[in-house]
């Protein structure tokens, strides 16, 4: 078989240490060197030394865990790395240990069969800040639905006159509820705005409730939690956008989408980056962000893992905004989504939506270089 890499490792990443197995010919006879480090940072400047010393210019790991993330951060620049998808190089007689997985890894970097696994890691930095405003997100509005059950239970009808009970009328009636447990009439006028003001009577007679000492407490400890959420996502919100102004302009072409908002948008870039020929096919675009229609096998696993790929993540916020009723119209896809070819009628317009977004970024946008990372935040 051919030598594609001469000089190449593999590594086997975990938590606490990685095995390292360096390939390289020597007077016509393959040797092989095997060490383990710690995944410690002096642990990776060690390996990085010990790869230097072999002449090792070609690496492939597993993209198994966040375990890999580091790693490949500390690397990127300095060796060729591949990034394997595990499922391609698993299920072979004879890999029981760390030792013998590190060297089959190598192996088959040296004779060119792993496949790399696309990893947009430059754009890391945005995607690591959507899983926690998405629960956020989620956490407030369970405390606003219970801080409407605490007040429907002692009578207080706020949410029956008010379309919102948490804008901003909605908000001064309830502070001032809350700090002394009633609301004078007169100080109405100074909370209601627009035309609740000629609802001032309704909203006077649906305050006149029964709060307990004890539901009092429990909805100061809530309007607390309430707005310590949304000052956190409000932070979150202001440095998502200071990260993206380099791509504003990507953001702004995939925006023109139906169905694609600011926060959507954003998530695209995260997952996939703006450097489209990594996924070589539309299709493969799609699998990325795992919009791609899932395949039920028999086994019960299969289908398992089927459900977990289409978990809510950062890509179930990409699912929301595809799939929005915005963009169900089918007549709407061809004006917007098509770049550089006949005109596409899909029965099923989200099906290849995310394919669709790498076809913008691929032909509408000049392609620039993946920012270096060296921090990972997800």
Not at 77 to 92: E, F, S
Request: proline fraction near 6%; charge should be negative; hydrophobic fraction near 35%.
């Amino acid at each position: 078989m051919d030598v594609i890499y001469p000089r190449c490792a593999g590594l086997d990443v975990h938590a606490e240490t990685i095995v390292a197995c360096a390939l390289w010919e020597e007077d016509g006879h393959i040797q092989k060197d095997i060490q383990t480090f710690s995944t410690f940072s002096k642990g990776l400047g060690d390996l990085l030394e010990w790869l230097e010393e072999h002449g090792v210019t070609h690496v492939a790991m597993e993209s198994t865990g966040v375990y890999w993330k580091p790693v490949f951060a500390f690397l990127e620049g300095y060796v060729d790395l591949t990034l394997a998808n595990p499922q391609r190089i698993k299920n072979v007689p004879g890999r029981k240990t760390d030792v013998s997985d590190a060297e089959w890894i190598a192996k088959l970097l040296r004779h060119g069969l792993v496949e790399k696994v696309s990893s947009p890691s430059g754009y890391s930095r945005i995607a690591g800040f959507y899983p926690p405003p998405q629960k956020w997100v989620g956490q407030l509005t369970s405390e606003k639905n219970r801080i409407q059950k605490v007040l429907e239970s002692s009578n207080v009808k706020l949410g029956s006159v008010l379309s919102d009970l948490f804008g901003v009328s909605g908000k001064d009636i309830l502070a001032r509820l809350l700090e002394k447990g009633y609301v004078d009439k007169d100080e109405l006028d100074q909370c209601l705005r627009g035309r609740l003001k000629k609802k001032k009577q309704a909203v006077y007679d649906s305050l006149l409730g029964t709060l307990t000492e004890h539901e009092l407490r429990l909805l100061r400890l809530l309007w607390k939690h309430v707005e310590e959420l949304e000052q956190l996502i409000e932070e979150v919100d202001q440095h998502i956008d200071r990260l993206l102004e380099p791509y504003r302009e990507e953001v702004e072409l995939l925006m023109t989408m139906p169905g694609v908002k600011k926060q959507t948008a954003a998530v695209i870039i995260a997952e996939m980056g703006t450097d489209m020929s990594v996924f070589e096919t539309p299709e493969r675009a799609a699998s990325w962000t795992g919009l791609s229609p899932a395949t039920m096998k028999a086994p019960e696993s299969e289908r398992a893992r089927a459900r977990q790929r289409q978990s809510p993540s950062p890509i179930g916020v990409m699912r929301g905004g595809m799939v929005s009723s915005s963009i169900q119209d089918a007549s709407l896809v061809p004006k917007v989504l098509v770049v550089g070819g006949p005109v596409r009628e899909e029965k099923s317009p989200h099906r290849h939506c995310s394919a669709d977004v790498g076809d913008h970024l691929l032909h509408d946008l000049p392609q620039r270089a993946v920012p270096p990372t060296t921090t990972y935040l997800v």
